[in-house]
């Protein structure tokens, strides 16, 4: 998993990234082919914004949270993206052929 951690307008400390890689580790418990995640955190005034896009096999999700404090928008970009990942991964799953059982002939 390659990623990639931007700051605008905020200077990406090395606890920021800590932060960040360890909130990250639970969305890669739930998929295995996590191929790239870019993410974008900035403040504009008062307002924190995190952004990711995260690159999977076969899809692109993008999230975005804001809050007044960065570590709060981190937690909160976090939870809304396990949810799509997790939601992802159920459609993938519901997509997968799943033989059917016949019935027995009764005589």
Do not use: C, W
Not at 25 to 44: A, G, Q
Not at 64 to 70: F, H
Not at 80 to 89: C, E, Y
């Amino acid at each position: 998993m390659n990623l990639k951690v931007t700051g605008l307008h905020l200077e990406v400390t090395p606890a920021l990234r800590e932060f960040l890689e360890s909130k990250l580790e639970r969305v890669t418990r739930h998929v295995d082919h996590v191929i790239d995640v870019t993410v974008t955190l900035s403040v504009d005034k008062l307002v924190q914004k995190a952004e990711v896009n995260v690159h999977l096999s076969g899809k692109d999700i993008h999230v975005e949270a804001t809050d007044s404090d960065m570590y709060a928008a981190i937690d909160l970009l976090m939870d809304k993206l396990d949810r799509q990942v997790l939601k992802h991964k159920e459609k993938q799953n519901e997509h997968r052929v799943t033989p059917q059982v016949q019935p027995e002939a009764t005589l």
